[in-house]
Structures are given as C-alpha cells and as structure tokens.
C-alpha cells in the first residue's frame, strides 16, 4: 500500500461499510443479494447519505449568499477605487480588501476549501473500491468491510447485463461489451445534462441583477462549458459503480437546486418574483425572504406608536 | 573541497521544500482554476501554504498550510490571515513572486474615511 493508499484506508473502509449496510437492509427487506440494481441501490444510498450530511453546509452558503445583498454598496465602493486597475497586485490588493469587508460584516459567499476537500477522499476511496473489486475477487480477498462473498457478488453484479466495475474504455475489442458502452454513454450525458440545467436554472432565474454582472458571474460561465469536458473524459475511463455514483450526486444537486429557488429564491431574482406571485394568487401575503432587507416590517410596525395625537400644523410651513 | 559539500548539503537539505513548492504550483495551474475562488481567506489556502512553504520551510510550511485548510469551514468568518513572518530573509529585490503576490500594497481611499 503505497502514500495514497494508506491515507485512503480509512476512507475506503466507510465507503465499503455503507455500502455493505445498505446492501444488507436491501437483502432484509427480499431484494436478491447478487442482481446489480441491489448494489446500485447501495450506491444510491452511499450519495444520500454523504450529501445529506452537506445540507448544513449547503444551507450555511445559501445564507451567507444572501448577507451579501447587505454589503452591496460597500462593494460598489470598492470596485470603483480598483477600476481600471488590472495588474496582477492591485487585483491581489482589492480581494485583500473584500475578505476585510466580508469578515467585518461577519459573511463570506466563499464555500470555504474544506467541504470540496473533504468529498475527494470520499470520492476516491469509492473509486479505488470498484476498481479494486475484479482483482479482488480473483484474488478471493476483502475489500475495506467488505467480505470476500460480498466482493464476489459485487464483482459479478450486472445491470442490463453491465458489470458494474467495468469501464467504457475496457469494454472494446475482443470479450467486449456493448451494454457498458452503452450505459457509460447515457450516463455521461445524463450527468452533462443534469449539471448544465442546474447551472442554467440559477443563472436564469436565482440571481439578481446585480450579482449576474459580477466579475464572478465570468468563471461560472466557463465552468458551465468545462464541466461537461470533465465529466466526458472522467466517464470514459470510470468503472459504471463510480457513474453511478457521480450520476445520483449531480441529480441530487439538481433537485436540491430547484427546491431552494422555488421554497427560497434571491431577493430580487425573477424566482422571487415568481413565488410572490404564486403567493398572491392563493391570496397569501409575501413570504419573508431570507437575506431581503428588513425595511418594509419597520415601516408598518410604526403607526401604532404613535398615539399621541399629531400636532396640526399650518400649511404654509411645510412648503419650505 | 570543503565549500562543494557544504553546498551539496544545502541542496539536499533545501530538496523537500522545493519538491513541496512545485507540487503546490502545478496545483495552483492546473487544479485550482477548474473550481474558481471557494476560499473565505485572504490570502487563498494554497497561496498561504506556498508562502508558508518558501518562508519556513517543507515542515513547519505543511504544518501551518494544514492548520489553515482545517480552518477554512463554512463556520469560520474568513478574512485576511496572513503566513506568520518567517526567519529566511531575502535579498533585496530577490522576494519571491508568492510573497509579493500576498502582501499587495493597499492604495489609499480618496474618500477620507478609515480603511475597512
């Protein structure tokens, strides 16, 4: 086992076991142990379980997103001193002096390094699982929680007649497989199509004017047009297990993306809008969004103050 | 004689910070820009662990870049946090680019008004 593999150990051996407990309750509940959708079952429940265990992070970047719309013209400010100013160190200068503003106001629209760091292990280990089951199995040992009968099983587990550790690369030539050809096909494209129309539905309707003009706005344009490069070389050489999986996270985002800009879209966003309408139509008032400025509430809960009776005044002095 | 094998010595004890520094370079060319800027920091975690790296070296540099990526959560606020000043010191002129490119010289508001 060599430097990545020791650090993968213990990642490798999570990934196995949650598998294998899925795989377990699917089995207790009368799935057939050895078809491969029980095991692509478990793989889907692998997903829910690691993305279900990122929704606070998730929900804690949606807030911090929406506490940006309070510094808004501290920014504006900012970008008018470092205008024009396109060297390499006065853009290093103003990112300095973001981060100072963003701390002073105690939010940060940056995801933070550790959740993306923390998945590749993840991400990984499951990859070095199923690409390790065929040799595994011929060599009759265990994998991580993984028992020498369950790696066989795992290593003979088709769907639509596709192993499930079996490559898009691997499947030409003699001895080769169309189903995986196939399979790894629609995948890549399912993948493609899921991350495109997330990316499109936020951009389309979950930003507001302002934040659609950001310099930011340009990198995430690129990525829309990189990613799916990614995912088509990533897909080619994948055994269909890490398809899978990467299929379902994608899915999962997307889902988890149309919640957010339906239940909680940005204020001033043409989903927000959309949502008032809705609201209006069953005759409920305007939700609170989260982030929006807390204005309009101040201004109503005023009047009741007042009950003393206001001084009548001539109507010459206002005029002044 | 003596100078050649004191100098090789210095090569080899300076080896692993330069292995470090390269690893973290082709990982700011090539696997950074797939993702964009995420980093609540000023400077970005693997431009602090560069630093960190080329100021104090292969141990102490991993050390401080590891404390740094542990921090960057989405429970911590971020901000501008500089590489604690190291003991290399570098010849006028001979700064390397990383530590030029972290302490950016910040111009002066035209508004009279105290820096954010």
Not at chain 1, 256 to 277: D, H, N
Request: charged letters at 15%; glycine letters at 8%; aromatic letters at 10%.
């Amino acid at each position: 086992m060599g430097f990545f593999g020791t650090i993968l150990a213990p990642f490798r051996w999570l990934v196995s076991w949650i598998m294998f407990m899925f795989h377990e309750g699917f089995t207790f509940i009368g799935m057939n142990p050895a078809s491969g959708w029980t095991w692509v079952l478990s793989i889907v429940g692998l997903v829910v379980i690691i993305r279900a265990a990122l929704i606070p992070v998730f929900v804690k970047q949606i807030k911090a997103q929406r506490g940006m719309q309070a510094l808004q013209p501290d920014l504006r400010k900012l970008q008018q001193k470092y205008k024009g100013k396109t060297d390499q160190l006065s853009r290093q200068a103003m990112t300095q002096e973001q981060m100072a503003l963003y701390k002073k106001h105690g939010t940060n629209p940056f995801a933070a390094c550790l959740p993306i760091i923390i998945q590749m292990p993840f991400f990984f280990a499951l990859f070095n699982v199923l690409n390790g089951i065929s040799r595994a199995s011929a060599e009759g040992a265990t994998i991580g929680a993984l028992s020498v009968e369950s790696v066989r099983q795992f290593d003979n587990a088709t769907i639509f007649g596709a192993p499930l550790s079996s490559t898009f690369l691997g499947s030409f030539g003699a001895g080769g497989n169309l189903s995986v050809i196939i399979l790894s096909l629609v995948m890549i494209l399912a993948m493609t199509a899921s991350q495109f129309i997330t990316q499109k539905q936020i951009m389309a309707r979950n930003m507001s004017e302002e934040a659609l003009q950001s310099p930011f706005m340009r990198q995430q344009k690129i990525m829309l047009y990189i990613l799916p490069l990614v995912f088509g070389i990533g897909g080619i050489n994948f055994p269909i297990g890490v398809l899978v999986y990467w299929t379902t996270t994608n899915l999962w985002t997307m889902v988890q993306q149309f919640y957010v800009i339906r239940k909680m879209p940005t204020p001033g966003s043409p989903a927000a809008k959309a949502l008032a309408e809705r609201r209006a139509k069953k005759g409920l008032p305007p939700a609170p969004l989260l982030g929006e400025r807390k204005a309009e509430p101040a201004v109503e809960s005023a009047p009741p103050v007042r009950a003393q009776r206001v001084q009548p005044q001539r109507k010459k002095r206002k005029k002044r | 004689m003596r100078d050649i094998s004191v100098r090789s010595l210095g090569f080899f004890w300076g080896l692993p910070r330069l292995m470090v520094i390269g690893m973290l370079i082709a990982y700011r060319k090539v696997v950074s820009p797939l993702y964009g800027p995420v980093c609540r920091f000023y400077p970005s975690c693997s431009a602090y662990a560069l630093e960190a790296v080329t100021v104090h070296g292969a141990v102490r540099g991993i050390a401080l870049g590891s404390r740094r990526l542990v921090r960057c959560n989405p429970w911590n606020d971020g901000g501008v946090d500089p590489v604690p000043a190291g003991s290399r010191s570098f010849p006028p002129g001979k700064t390397p680019w990383i530590v030029v490119l972290n302490h950016p010289v910040i111009p002066a508001d035209d508004e009279s008004r105290p820096a954010a």
